[in-house]
Each structure stands twice: as C-alpha cells, then as structure tokens.
C-alpha cells in the first residue's frame, strides 16, 4: 500500500444499489463541496442542519456558502456526548423540525462527531418516514466509522443504540481540516477504530499504522488522509456484502464491540470516549480468542502495542467482571438467545463465535499481568 | 366483477421485490393461521405480541396456539385510540421489549386495528434497528387500509403521523371472524375507506358498493369478504408501484386525507374515528373538485348518498374553515412549499392537484346547503 496513492483519493463510492452514495474527501473546501452536493441532489425545499456546539466554525462556513442556493435553512444545535442520544432528545428534535416546517424535501445536514451523525440520521430516517441526508463528520472517529454504513439510533436507558434504523446518507464530506480543533483525546479515540480495520481485515494496513504511529499521532496530512480513505474502504467492502447485518458479515466490524458496550453501559455512557472502550474491548476479544486456542499470545501483545503507543486505554476495573457479563446479555447482537463475539485468528482476519461460557469471558475481563 | 370469486380468494401477493408478502384470508382458522406463518419465516427466537386490550379474546387463542412452537413469548397490551400514537408510549414499549429480552430474531405480532399497528410496526421498525413482523387486523379499517402499504408511525403533539417507517410486514393475516364483536360505527368507518378505493380507481367497485349497501350493512359474509378482499388488491397495486411515496403515485390513496388529518388534528385525535373523518374529507375534497371544475355536481351527490348509506358523516362545523386550513399546512403530504390535493375527475380516477388557494379549500370546507 502506496500511502500517497490513497491521500489523493478524492471519493470513496458507497454501492448499495439505490441506496448507494459517494464519499467525497477534500482539505479546506468544505463551503464548495457543500454547495455542490446539495445541488447534486434534486429538487431540495429546506435544509435542516443539525450541528454538535462545539463545530459552530465549521456550520457558520457551511450556513454561508448554502446561502448561495437561496433555500430556507434551520439550524439546530445539539450537545455532543452520549447522553445526547436519548429518547427526549430525539423527540425535542422532531418537534422542532415541524416547527421550522420541515417537510418531505427538506435535506437533513448532520455535522458533527458520531454521537451528531446517530441521532441526525435516526431523525431524517424517521421524519416524515424518511429524509435525505448529508453527512459532515468531523471527528476521527465518525469519519471513519460513522460515514459508511447508514447504522442511525439513540440510547435505551439500559442498551446503547437499542433504537434506530439502518438509513444511508444521500452523500458525506469529509473535510480533513475540520479535524483541527480536535482535542487528542478525541483523535486518540478515532485512532482505536482504525486499528480494529487492521486487526479484522487488512495485515498490511496493520504494518502501515505501526511503522507510521508518530506521523499519525503528529497529524502528518499524508499519513492522516490515507488511513481515513482506507478505512473507510475497508468499511465499504463489507457493508456492500452484508448492508443489513444479515449474513454475518457485517458483525465482524464489531470486533471488541462487545465488550466495549458493556463497559460503556457500566459507565453510563460518560467516562469514556466510545474509541477508549472500543481499544479496551479489542484487548479483552484477543485475550478471549487466545483463551480459546485461536490466536497467539505474541498477536495480543503487537496489538496491545499499537493502541499503547496511540496512548489508548486496554484494561477497565471499575465495574465488576460479573457485572459486565450481564450487561453484554442486553447486546442487540444477542441473537436466538446467542450472543456471539468476534475474535481473531491473526492480525488482519476474525470469525464470528458463540458458546463462549460466562467463565472464559470473565477471565478476559479480568487485568492480566504480563 | 363477481363478487364470489373474490370472497373465494384465500391469500393476496403484495410484491416489493425483497420485502414481498401475502396476506392470508380466513374465516375461524386464526389460531392455526398464525403458527403456519410463524413456521413459514426461518429462525425464530421469541415472540412479542402487541395487542389491543379490547381484542383479548383473540390475543389469547393466538397465545395458546403459538404455545405448539415452543418460543418464549411476552404480550404487552395497549389502548386503542390515536392517544396511544405517542412519543411517551412508544417509548415505553421499546423498553418493555428490551425488559422482555427481544433480540435480533424475535418477531413481532401486532393484533388489533390501525393504531395497533401503526404502533407496533413502528416499534417493529425501529427496535435494534429493525425485526420482522406479522400484522394480524383486527378492525375493518386497518384490514383494507394499513393491512397493505407498510406504513407505520406514531404522532407528534401538533401533526398526526409525522414520525414512523416504511416497514413491510413479513405477512397479514385476516380473519373476519376477528370482526364479530366490532362495534358498528367502527365498522362503518372502514366502509369510508372502501369506498375511498371505489372513488379513486375502480367505477365497477363502487357500483358494487352501491348495489349491496343493505348486504354490506348487515355484514353479509360473502359481500364482506369482497370488499375487503378487493380493496386489498386495489391498495396492492397501487403500492407496488410506488412503495415509498416518490412518484406521486400513492398518493392517490390519500384522497380525503388532507382534510381528514386536519379534521382530525382540530378535535385532537378524539372525537371523530379516522374513517369518519376520511368521509368528511371526501366530501370536501369532491365539493373542492366541483369548484376546479374537474368533477360534476351529479357525482359529487353520488358519493355524498353512498356516504350516507353508510351512516357516514360528511360535513364537520366545529371548528373554523381558516383553521383547519392552518393545520393542513403542517400535513407532511406538503412537498416544495406546495400543498398536494388528490381530486376526483370521475368516480374511479383521481388527480393531484397543486395551486389550490385558501379561499378555495375554505369554500369547499363550509357546509353548504344543496
């Protein structure tokens, strides 16, 4: 893998039949490609922009260059963080998009982290049965999770992403200078999510992330292009074969998800950034997969590696090991009563596995010392 | 048409490619009809049923015959009436589906009317982001109206199903015997729907209306089966082509329905019953039709008498012309700024029609003397 090739990759093409969208990447541009995304869409009546506070910046250059087009606009800004995902929150939301007379087409513009893109994209999906939307993602994290695969959804108060729908965007930017207010904890978080598309599918995108950890952590522009571009990718590729999580496919991109769910939960939702969790949760799925004879001791440590030197978290003692078994039975991936783990067998491929005891999943809970 | 055959008509086809399904006609066979189709859609893992409290009868012989299939299987009842269509109550069922452990490959069982299921297709749509779900009719109205189309979805405070999905069962089941013990003025509300089918697509099927109005009335068992039969069939084909309301298509179906929501809006979902309201919203719709100079005189009064057979009412004065036209402006049929009425050049075809000014709809809102 050529880095330079995928820095100047400018679209990553989503194909999901009639749902298929394109990823549009660009540095600085965010007003024009904007503009031209929305023009690119059909007859558009309104737009309702829905924003995280913290990117005001970016939706005061974003409300300016739609102003051009001459269409009503609204826009609501809603706190990131988890907690934001709830049930009156999404209610407050459609409420206030009646208000500002939103009707069927309106374009729902979502700017922000994850946390923007899941509850902007549940609304659209379920506003009047459906708008189209656009997606600005403007944390590491949601560029390279969130931008492919249309997963929408709040919070239950006792299961994270309980509620939602599977709804694509009609296209997504990102603008990698949207990232520079980025706090490094927050980057840090996004870097966990693309460690995993190493560890689930691709060996040499693995190597890259090592032998370039300081240029990434620095930010370097070449570096920071190429592994959005390359997860999102990856991402694609799976998401094509398996849009709906039907055949199984798709729940390898869930690697360290289970665990990192029930420790989320555990911390109602608040201590930790969903990447930190994630990063803790693939260290406990390795150790799981070794427990079980399908993955090497030296693996678990080169990966531990990794999310180490991306000063990532890989352990949790604040909840009882029981306690997150019990939380992990209320994961929507429990299926026929099942609940079933992703789990390595070598740095760049997992398999989908059932049957793991309370026990065995304990013991990779558990803080080893090594 | 002969009406004989279709009352011998035991299943119609709704094709939507992928999201294809049947609804199975019977008479006293619904305990042995449900654990057929539940047998007939792969793995399952627990049944949810979502019923109307008033149904309980038929809620338990479903109850007791599913028992055979060995599935785990919760029940939450739930009050008819357009109240329960509420933020507030589709989120407590979301979290009793969860207290009830539903995953992935539950199924939902949604028995009663439109309300029902409208609800618990809408939870169905949206709980861990979608589960299949079996629609069991339980009123005259949701059998020929919400029976075929997959639309489902909750109220906002100030617009009646302003939030939902379009989410396809994975089958129907009718059985007219579910209609023994439904009120009479109930019943003659789905007839508003019925002849709504007649209006807009089908002459022969209105003249059949009005030539076994008395047979109707008295729940003829072969006329019954006819009609709702045929108006399944009509609502098939209008769906099939344009399932997610894009090509203005099935919008036809919503002749009536913008004043009817209104209507229904200004007396806060209690007072009248939808198919009542759908009748006065023909009503002035065919008046609204006249003064285009689209539709004649001599057949708005047709329709006016076949309401009236059928014990319909056809004119609403309690609240002011100007406000219902208020509220028509929040209607999600708005589209571009534009209101969309669907009018009658003739029974058995309708048009869309835009540009219709507010002195006009509220001309054809006031009662008028004749």
Not at 62 to 80: A, D, G
Not at 98 to 108: E, G, H, I, Q
Not at 166 to 172: G, I, K
Not at 347 to 368: D, F, L, M, P
Request: charged content about 20%; some cysteine; proline content about 3%.
């Amino acid at each position: 893998m050529n880095p330079s090739d995928a820095s100047s990759t400018s679209r990553v093409h989503v194909s999901l039949g009639e749902r298929s969208y394109s990823i549009a990447f660009s540095t600085g541009e965010l007003g024009s490609k904007v503009v031209e995304t929305i023009q690119s869409l059909g007859p558009v009546s309104h737009l309702v922009i829905i924003a995280d506070q913290a990117v005001e910046p970016h939706v005061l250059t974003i409300q300016q260059s739609l102003r051009k087009l001459e269409l009503r606009q609204n826009t609501i800004f809603v706190q990131s963080g988890e907690g934001s995902k709830s049930v009156a929150l999404i209610a407050d939301l459609w409420n206030q998009m009646l208000d500002a007379k939103t009707d069927r087409a309106s374009v729902v513009v979502a700017v922000g982290g994850g946390v923007i893109g899941d509850l902007a994209g549940f609304a659209a999906a379920s506003y009047a049965r459906g708008l189209r939307f656009l997606q600005i993602p403007t944390t590491l994290l949601a560029m390279v999770d969130s931008s492919v695969g249309g997963k929408t959804g709040i919070n239950l108060p006792k299961a994270k992403n309980m509620v939602g729908a599977f709804w694509q965007p009609s296209a997504v930017i990102i603008d990698t200078d949207t990232l520079d207010t980025l706090a490094d904890r927050e980057y840090r978080s996004g870097l966990a999510e693309i460690v995993k598309y190493g560890v689930i599918l691709d060996q040499q995108f693995f190597q890259f992330l090592e032998a370039n950890a300081d240029a990434i952590l620095k930010r370097d522009p070449i570096c920071l292009r190429h592994i959005i571009v390359r997860s999102c990718e990856l991402k694609a590729q799976v998401v094509e074969q398996d849009e709906r999580e039907t055949t199984g496919l798709r729940a390898i991109l869930n690697y360290g998800h289970t665990f990192a769910h029930a420790i989320e939960a555990a911390t109602a939702y608040g201590q930790l950034l969903h990447g930190e969790a994630v990063a803790i949760g693939m260290n406990m799925a390795a150790r799981l997969a070794v427990q079980l004879g399908m993955f090497t001791n030296e693996e678990t440590q080169r990966q531990l590696k990794l999310l180490q030197r991306f000063q990532l978290p890989t352990e949790f003692s604040e909840s009882t090991p029981a306690k997150l078994w019990s939380l992990m039975q209320h994961d929507k991936k429990v299926e026929l009563g099942q609940l079933h783990f992703i789990l390595p067998t070598h740095i760049g491929h997992v398999e989908r596995r059932s049957g793991v005891t309370q026990a065995q999943a304990i013991e990779a809970i558990h803080v080893t010392e090594r």
